[in-house]
């Protein structure tokens, strides 16, 4: 149960909605679990509901396609990403700029995996700028711009020039191979259980059937427990 204050929030929100001081109710960087209860909690009362979440997500940060935008779009809330261009290492820099080295961080060993990860990336990211004529900026934006559930990307543009650059995006489409090449080197490392529902759970579920357009195959312990029985 959220805590009174919590409900306190929501209700005021409404208020501020109904008033007509702002227009829509969004969260920023709070937990699928806590965000999802608040929404249920504004729909149950009839409170205005909540229509977006910003969250960091990159190309470098894949993380919330494990809880945050799959719950999103089961809600109806809008995904608004923050750093698209993770501090500017999407950009296509390689200095160390906005690479951990943070005492109590990663060790020296941890810290060459992920540069190498890194690395990878932005070298994905360049080959396919050079393929449609665009910068690896406005090719780690449109990326960003065309994920599901994505409806608005923020731009972190502090002068005219790159404000002007990053609008470069809109006039950049990606292939469906350049798409999945950018996927495959960024693939990221999601908790439990998003992997499992992923590759597990819909041959279980479905057992071979194909719902919404997607097929599944029979899971082996379907048939250990059919020859069992």
């Known amino acids: ?25 969004g969260f920023s960087d709070v937990p699928a679990w806590a965000t999802a209860e608040a929404a249920t909690i504004a729909r149950f009362r009839g409170w205005a509901p909540i229509v977006a979440v910003q969250l960091q997500y990159s190309l470098l940060e894949r993380t919330s396609e494990g809880e945050l935008i799959p719950m999103s779009e089961a809600l109806g809330m809008g995904v608004m990403p923050w750093s698209p261009l993770h501090r500017g290492l999407l950009s296509g820099k390689r200095s160390d700029t ?19 990860v890194i690395d990878a990336v932005i070298d994905a990211v360049s080959a396919v700028a050079e393929e449609v004529g665009a910068t690896p900026a406005e090719v780690a934006l449109s990326w960003v711009q065309g994920r599901p559930g994505v409806t608005s990307t923020l731009i972190g543009s502090r002068t005219v020039d790159q404000l002007e650059a990053n609008l470069g995006t809109l006039a950049v489409t990606l292939s469906e191979d350049q798409r999945a090449a950018l996927d495959e080197v960024s693939a990221p490392k999601l908790n439990f259980p998003a992997e499992n529902n992923r590759l597990l759970a819909p041959n279980l579920q479905f057992a071979g059937a194909t719902v919404d357009g997607r097929s599944s195959a029979v899971s082996p312990l379907l048939h250990a427990s059919a020859a069992r029985y």
Not at 1 to 23: E, F
């Open 98 to 116: 906005g690479r951990q080295r943070t005492p109590g961080g990663p060790t020296p060993a941890e810290l060459a995996v992920i540069d190498a």
């Open 1 to 25: 149960m959220l805590h009174s204050a919590y409900r306190w929030t929501l209700r005021t929100l409404d208020d501020l909605v109904s008033n007509g001081k702002i227009r829509y109710v």
